[in-house]
C-alpha cells in the first residue's frame, strides 16, 4: 500500500519562499520506477490545476505557465520524496497544494494521476 503525504504549507507574505514536501510511503520498498510525480493546487472555488511535475527515473521537469521561473519541482528517489521550491509567493499561490502519482507517465491532467496525499494549504497574504 502506498501513501503521499504533503507537507510544508503554511501562511506567508507576498515574495516569500516556501518548500513542500511529498512524502511516499509504502511496504513494497521502491515502487516509482517510470512513474511522473506532480503537484496540483485548488483554490476555493476554483478547479483543481497542474503545478509541475518530474518524470521519476530521468529527472525531466514539467511546469505550468503561472509557476515558471517561480517554482522548482525535485525528488530524491532513494529516499522516495518529492518537493517544491515556491519563491517569490503571491497572493494568486494561495491555494492546498496536492501531490500525484501517475503510472502514465508525463500528464497535465489531474485524471490520469491514480493516487493523491491529502494536501497542505499554502496561503500567501499581506
Known amino acids: 500500500q502506498v501513501q503521499l503525504v504533503e507537507s510544508g504549507g503554511g501562511l506567508v507574505q507576498p515574495g516569500d519562499s516556501l518548500r513542500l514536501s511529498c512524502t511516499a510511503s509504502t511496504s513494497g520498498g521502491r515502487i516509482f520506477s517510470s512513474f511522473a510525480m506532480g503537484w496540483f493546487r485548488q483554490a476555493p472555488g476554483k478547479e483543481r490545476e497542474f503545478v509541475a511535475a518530474?518524470?521519476?527515473?530521468?529527472?525531466?521537469?514539467y511546469y505550468a505557465d503561472p509557476v515558471k521561473g517561480r517554482f522548482t519541482i525535485s525528488r530524491n528517489s532513494a529516499e522516495n520524496m518529492m518537493y517544491l521550491h515556491m519563491n517569490n509567493l503571491k497572493p494568486e499561490d494561495t491555494a492546498a497544494y496536492y501531490c500525484?502519482?501517475?503510472?502514465?507517465?508525463?500528464?497535465?491532467?489531474?485524471?490520469?494521476?491514480?493516487?493523491w496525499g491529502l494536501g497542505t494549504q499554502v496561503t500567501v497574504s499581506s
Open positions: 500525484a502519482r501517475s503510472r502514465r507517465g508525463y500528464s497535465t491532467d489531474a485524471a490520469d494521476y491514480d493516487l
Open positions: 518530474i518524470r521519476w527515473g530521468v529527472g525531466n521537469t
